[in-house]
Structures are given as structure tokens and as C-alpha cells.
DNA sequence: CGATTACCTTGACCCAGATCAACCTTGCGA
DNA sequence: TCGCAAGGTTGATCTGGGTCAAGGTAATCG
């Protein structure tokens, strides 16, 4: 019934168009959404970390681009043989609709950023994200200095901020300049205190900021 | 079980944070999801029209202000036993999801608009994502000239485009001057050609744009 | 009918972030 | 161990859209 596939780092999972012959959730890694115009400008609009769904029972062909970050392995079911089971198993169509509204309020808290942030508090609040993703995953008590790995080079966090990589490379200078974070490697940030972290981010309290 | 609501122009229908007490979908005018800054700064987040869904099972709160921007009749029901329902009737738990996916979806291609497209790639895909919201409703086939009614004032349009007021006026006038749509006082729109109009939208083909 | 109010347009100027360009750092493979 | 490629930083300059400001238009109400 499931399966496990497993992708390289930076390799296509589906393009946009494709027909779409599986669905599943990640497991271990980063995969990302995005979108792509024409003339090259990209928009990333899903990242998914483990414990997410991928795909879209009910449609026949992928709507984004789907691209493993890291390697990454996937739990997969095909897709007929899903929706079947979806059809005969209320809850799981339950959990779903759960997991699919989360993501829809994530992604509304996402406009917010790309509509109205500022440069700064975009890449705070992406910081943010993905420490509290982090957390909720490991578990981790948020005690004193909390430290993030860093998923996406600066290109890709340009690709989900809506902004150019220079401006992406001179904002995390400025916030570790500042002290928001520290910086070890191109990849690992420590926060010293997450409230101010927050602040910078432009969050009231906190939000929702689910994923 | 189901009973009917309605809400003038301008009167808010619940704001963020505030206990849910009923869901519902839209059976007449438009409504819209926004989310406000402590400064002020506000982001369109949904715009529901006539059966979109308003409201989320499964939880206590509202996360987002809706307010009704015209006269507005929603069809309601109240949540807990809503939620009953849907545990009971799976077909409502996957229609439901079924909603949801595409709402997603359309968040999912607003997001490339918000980060990736310039302020008149923004208007024109407003004016056509309206243009065919409004013709799916009415069944009124595409031909020849379209037109169309924006249910929003130029602020509202900013709010929906992560622009200011000032930037969706003066596209508006330059989409006008080039003669991709023609206004007939402030708030109706002629189509001459729609796809000079989805070309200016920077949409390739068409997309999926669904709401 | 004139006045108030809400909405819209247009102009002048400014600035946050894009663009263009040079260089640095790190890791890997021959 | 050298060379190259991928990723990152920083500087100089430009520009699309924001900001500030001044009217214009049209519906509503005494």
C-alpha cells in the first residue's frame, strides 16, 4: 500500500503540468513549491517540511513545481489506490481537510509577508518560521538561546521572501550586525531572544505562523 | 439546522480573534478576509464571493477580520453542529476538502502575485481574476467584449495587491490609456480583448486562477 | 440647491530594494 | 595541492512604487 521513495538534494520531484501518479508526506527533508513565470521569475509557495502532505487528490496533474532541498524521503501511497481509501475511510479525508486548513492559514500569513513586510522583517520572520517548525518537530523546550539550521540558501529564502538574494545576504548581515541573531556558517543561526526575534518580525505576539 | 444572515455594506462579520460561533458560505455579495499590523498596515488575505466557504471547523477562533464589502447574505450554520455533521456525513468533510485544495490553490498563485509581479501585472490579473470568478457564476459566455463590476474601491484593490491606493489609481488610468480596458465610471470595466489583458497579467496561458 | 463626505486622480519628490559588478570563501574532485 | 564551481558578501547606482499634497467628482442630506 505505502511506500518510501527517496530524492538527492536538488532534485526534481514533479514539474508543474506533469501528470501526477503519486501523493505522500515527507518523512525526513525539505521539499519546496514554487511557481515560475515565463521570463525566469520564481515564487516559492509551499515549504515542506517533515510531517507534510504533498499533492492534491482530486487532480490529475501537479500545479507547482516540487523540488527536494535537501535529500529527502517521502512516504507515498499512488494516487488511485489514496483516493479509493480516502473515499472508504471518512477519517482520513478529516485529517486531511485538518492538515489542508493549516496550510491555507500559513499561506495567508505568508501574503501578509510578501504584501506588507519590510525587507528586515521578512527575513526575520522567515527565521521565525522555521525555528518554531523546528521546534514543534523536535520537541525541543525553547529554553534561552534557540539554534536554527537553515534549510535554503540565500537564493531560495529570496525565492520564498519575494526579494533579490543580495538583499536577502545584506538583511542577515544587518540583523547580525544588530545582535537579533549570530551567525555560525552560512547555514546555522542562533537566537538569543526569540521575543526580540519576533519583534523584528512585525508579528503581533506571535500570529499563527503555523508552517 | 441551515438559516440565513445577512450584513450591510461595510459591517463587519467577525474579527480576528473573536469565538466562531457559526460557518457558512456565501450566497449573495462579496466578503473579504484581511489581516491588520499593529501599525496599521493591512493585507487582503481572501476574497469570498457568492459559495465560498467562510468560517474554519476544528477551530475556536477566528485567525482573520471578514467583512462584508457589499450587502451580503451568507448561508449558516452553527459550528458545533456543523462539526457533528461532518463527522457523521463524510461526503461534507470531503467536499469540504475539495473546497479547501482549490482555495490553496488560488492563495497559492496570489502569493507569486504579491512577491513576483509589478503593480500593472497586479491590476490586470485582479480585473481578470474577477472577470472569471464573475463568469463561471454567471455561466455568461466570453465573447466578444467582457465586462465587469469590481465589488472593491481602489484602497480595497491595494489591500487585495499589496499596493497603496495612489499605485492601483494610476494603473488603473495607464491600463485605460493603452486601451487594455475601458472604464465606464469607477467600478465597471470593460474587456476589449481578453488576452491582451491576460498577457498584461503576466499569467502564461491562463493558469489556474481560481478564485 | 449648496454643503458635506467618500472616493478618485494626478503631480512632485523620495527611498527601499533591485540591478550590475567585483570579489571572497569553502569544499570537492582530478 | 591546485583549480574550479557553487554559494555568499559588499559596494555603487538606478528605479518602481511609496509618500505627501492638492484638487476633482458624485452621491447623499439638510
Request: proline share 3%; with cysteine.
Given at each position: 500500500?505505502?511506500?518510501?521513495?527517496?530524492?538527492?538534494?536538488?532534485?526534481?520531484?514533479?514539474?508543474?503540468?506533469?501528470p501526477?501518479?503519486?501523493?505522500?508526506?515527507?518523512?525526513?527533508?525539505?521539499?519546496?513549491?514554487?511557481?515560475?513565470?515565463?521570463?525566469?521569475?520564481?515564487?516559492?509557495?509551499?515549504?515542506?517540511?517533515?510531517?507534510?502532505?504533498?499533492?492534491?487528490?482530486?487532480r490529475?496533474?501537479?500545479?507547482?513545481?516540487?523540488?527536494?532541498?535537501?535529500?529527502?524521503?517521502?512516504?507515498?501511497?499512488?494516487?488511485?489506490?489514496?483516493?479509493?481509501?480516502?473515499?472508504?475511510?471518512?477519517?482520513?479525508?478529516?485529517?486531511?481537510?485538518?492538515?489542508?486548513?493549516d496550510?491555507?492559514?500559513?499561506?495567508?500569513?505568508?501574503?501578509?509577508?510578501?504584501?506588507?513586510?519590510?525587507?528586515?522583517?521578512?527575513?526575520?520572520s522567515?527565521?521565525?518560521?522555521?525555528?518554531?517548525?523546528?521546534?514543534?518537530?523536535?520537541?525541543?523546550?525553547?529554553?534561552?538561546?534557540?539554534?536554527?539550521?537553515?534549510?535554503?540558501?540565500?537564493?531560495e529564502?529570496?525565492?520564498?521572501?519575494?526579494?533579490?538574494?543580495?538583499?536577502?545576504?545584506?538583511?542577515?548581515?544587518?540583523?547580525?550586525?544588530?545582535?537579533?541573531?549570530?551567525?555560525?556558517?552560512?547555514?546555522?543561526?542562533?537566537?538569543?531572544?526569540?521575543?526580540?526575534?519576533?519583534?523584528?518580525?512585525?508579528?503581533?505576539?506571535?500570529?499563527?505562523?503555523?508552517?
Amino acid at each position: 500500500m505505502k511506500y518510501y521513495r527517496s530524492f538527492q538534494a536538488g532534485q526534481s520531484i514533479i514539474w508543474a503540468g506533469d501528470p501526477m501518479e503519486f501523493v505522500g508526506s515527507v518523512v525526513n527533508g525539505v521539499a519546496t513549491l514554487t511557481q515560475t513565470m515565463e521570463d525566469g521569475r520564481r515564487q516559492m509557495v509551499g515549504l515542506m517540511l517533515p510531517s507534510d502532505f504533498v499533492g492534491r487528490p482530486g487532480r490529475a496533474a501537479a500545479a507547482f513545481d516540487v523540488t527536494a532541498k535537501t535529500d529527502l524521503v517521502m512516504c507515498c501511497f499512488r494516487k488511485k489506490p489514496f483516493e479509493a481509501m480516502m473515499a472508504t475511510t471518512p477519517h482520513i479525508a478529516q485529517r486531511l481537510l485538518e492538515m489542508t486548513l493549516d496550510e491555507l492559514d500559513a499561506a495567508r500569513e505568508w501574503m501578509l509577508l510578501l504584501g506588507r513586510k519590510t525587507a528586515r522583517e521578512k527575513i526575520a520572520s522567515l527565521i521565525a518560521i522555521i525555528a518554531r517548525r523546528d521546534a514543534a518537530l523536535h520537541l525541543r523546550a525553547a529554553k534561552g538561546g534557540i539554534s536554527v539550521d537553515l534549510p535554503l540558501t540565500r537564493e531560495e529564502m529570496a525565492d520564498y521572501l519575494g526579494l533579490t538574494l543580495e538583499t536577502v545576504s545584506r538583511q542577515i548581515s544587518a540583523l547580525k550586525k544588530d545582535g537579533v541573531i549570530i551567525l555560525d556558517g552560512n547555514r546555522h543561526v542562533s537566537i538569543p531572544d526569540l521575543n526580540r526575534l519576533l519583534e523584528e518580525a512585525g508579528d503581533d505576539g506571535d500570529g499563527g505562523m503555523l508552517a
